[in-house]
């Protein structure tokens, strides 16, 4: 088995922008939620007809849900601070005190 199948999902996940504006069949139907999926859905088919030929026995590809995420996400410091203050326990100040280590670890006696 090769990597083959997945290269077509590689591509799409690359070139998102490219396929959703120029390679999409259903731009003219937003309410169809595509983006580049019917492309997609033919690269994969194509892909395992050729290996079908290749090969001379045919392998199945299963169908594959694509969730892929076109947004970057960014933090900013005031963002990271927000969490750790949120993190910060008030129970315990001092993680290195406790009872226990007073009673074990003292300087002996003499």
Known sequence: ???RPVLPLINYAVNYDYIVENLCENKAKPELMCNGKCYVSKELTKTNQEQTTQNGHKISVPSIDVFLVAEDFKFTHSDIDSIHQDSISTFCTDP???EYH????HPPSV
Do not use: A, N
């Open 1 to 3: 088995m090769t990597m």
């Open 96 to 98: 290195y005190h406790s």
């Open 102 to 105: 007073s009673k074990i670890l």
